[in-house]
């Protein structure tokens, strides 16, 4: 079964760079089937997608974020990460990593997308 | 972007009643839709996916329905576990977008 862990340092200086990382156990990043995504979430707020990743390293990122942050992927640790610099309070969240699977429908032919293995996620304050 | 509005933000209902939450997608997304249960302090956790495939292993109260831009998620008999916040989420195009949520809570 896949899943999926957030880790990196909790605190954070405003103007200084966010770094985390997303370990991938029982799958491999290394993947057509899937793509792989960051997902932030503010105190009391709702869900915020930031970007995703193909295992190509073809990526997709919020447009308002798109200047600040960077997805990667290390498909020797199968591991995926998430930069985000000149951080300010506004970015303090909790962050999760996610797979999102690519799934071709049977009868249509489409392809579906679909956020189906999350990581717990991991609180991210941005304070001096 | 395209903007997903839930409807009601807030539902209270007790066991055993029968819920229907909606989400209306600002611009034609087909079934791209997803929907998402999350209990505080945990990640989402998807129920739903194409507007209308349960995800394996989610129980058969929970339904789904819609395309192009209104979509309903219907949970037919509530259970205790099932008070918790719901998202949908539009996967159409980029940047996928969230509804802001619908918190329901037990009456």
């Known amino acids: 079964q896949v899943q999926l862990q957030e880790s990196g340092p909790g605190l954070v200086k405003p103007s200084e760079t966010l770094s985390l990382t997303c370990t991938v156990s029982?799958?491999?990043?290394?993947?057509?089937?899937?793509?792989w995504s960051w997902i932030r979430q503010p105190p009391g707020k709702g869900l915020e997608w930031i970007g995703c990743?193909?295992?190509?390293?073809?990526?997709n990122y919020k447009p308002s974020l798109k200047s600040r942050v960077t997805i990667s992927v290390v498909t020797s640790k199968n591991q995926f990460s998430l930069k985000l610099n000149s951080v300010t309070a506004a970015d303090t969240a909790v962050y999760f990593c996610?797979?999102?699977?690519?799934?071709?429908?049977?009868?249509?032919?489409?392809?579906?997308?679909?956020?189906?293995?999350w990581g717990k996620g991991t609180t991210v304050t941005v304070s001096s | 972007d395209i903007q997903l509005t839930q409807s009601p933000s807030f539902l209270s209902a007790s066991v055993g009643d029968r819920v229907t939450i909606t989400c209306r997608a600002s611009?034609?997304?087909?079934?791209?839709l997803a929907w998402y249960q999350q209990k505080p302090g945990k990640a989402p956790k998807l129920l739903i996916y194409?507007?209308?495939t349960l995800q394996s292993g989610v129980p058969s109260r929970f339904s789904g329905s819609g395309s192009g831009t209104e979509f309903t998620l219907t949970i037919s008999s509530l259970q205790p576990e099932d008070f918790a916040t719901y998202c949908c989420?539009?996967?159409?195009?980029?940047?996928?977008?969230f509804g802001q949520g619908t918190k329901l809570e037990i009456k």
């Open positions: 029982g799958g491999s990043v290394n993947s057509g089937s899937y793509y």
């Open positions: 989420q539009q996967l159409t195009s980029y940047p996928y977008t």
């Open positions: 194409a507007a209308s």
């Open positions: 990743i193909y295992y190509s390293g073809n990526t």
């Open positions: 996610a797979r999102e699977t690519i799934l071709r429908g049977v009868t249509d032919g489409q392809n579906y997308y679909y956020m189906d293995v």
């Open positions: 611009q034609g997304i087909s079934s791209y």
